[in-house]
């Protein structure tokens, strides 16, 4: 494999790490726990912010699963890509309100990282989105749509 092919794989597989544990972590707690941590952000509240708590790790959670096994990528890499964009647009917003939350509650309560490290991972996250994005041609390397792409194909 080339070392180019290595590092897309690398990338794809990093993005989805990212998503698993953040998603897993979220669902390994109660639901109100990370409920309220996105209520302290002040954009949603009620029960906007309960159905939030309640799907957005398992999109997290699978999503990243499916990026690491390569499966449905031209679907998962943008669904992914534009929730990490919005991560950063309200971690963005919170600083810039000034608001006195001292950790985002991203990756659960496990990890607590303050706001700017975080908006500098997903910043970091982001470029890596859009690298994958720029060679989305080769995104199918060691994937599972690969492998079902042969399979499916008459010289397969």
Request: hydrophobic share 55%; proline share 4%.
């Amino acid at each position: 494999m080339k070392a180019s092919n290595f590092f897309l794989v690398l990338v794809r597989v990093i993005l989805g790490t990212i998503f698993v544990v953040s998603g897993f972590q979220k669902l390994w707690a109660p639901a109100v726990n990370f409920a309220a941590a996105v209520e302290k952000f002040e954009i949603i509240h009620g029960s906007a912010a309960t159905l939030l708590s309640q799907t957005l790790p398992w999109f997290e959670f699978i999503g990243g699963v499916f990026l690491i096994l390569g499966l449905h990528i031209r679907l998962v890499l943008p669904m992914l890509w534009v929730m990490n964009t919005v991560f950063i647009g309200i971690l963005g917003s919170s600083i810039f309100r000034k608001l006195s939350i001292q950790e985002c509650g991203c990756f659960g309560e496990s990890m607590s990282l303050p706001l700017p490290v975080m908006i500098g991972i997903d910043a970091v996250t982001w470029i890596f989105f859009l690298i994958y994005f720029l060679v989305s041609r080769r995104t199918r390397i060691l994937s599972l749509d690969a492998f079902f792409e042969k399979s499916e194909s008459p010289n397969g």
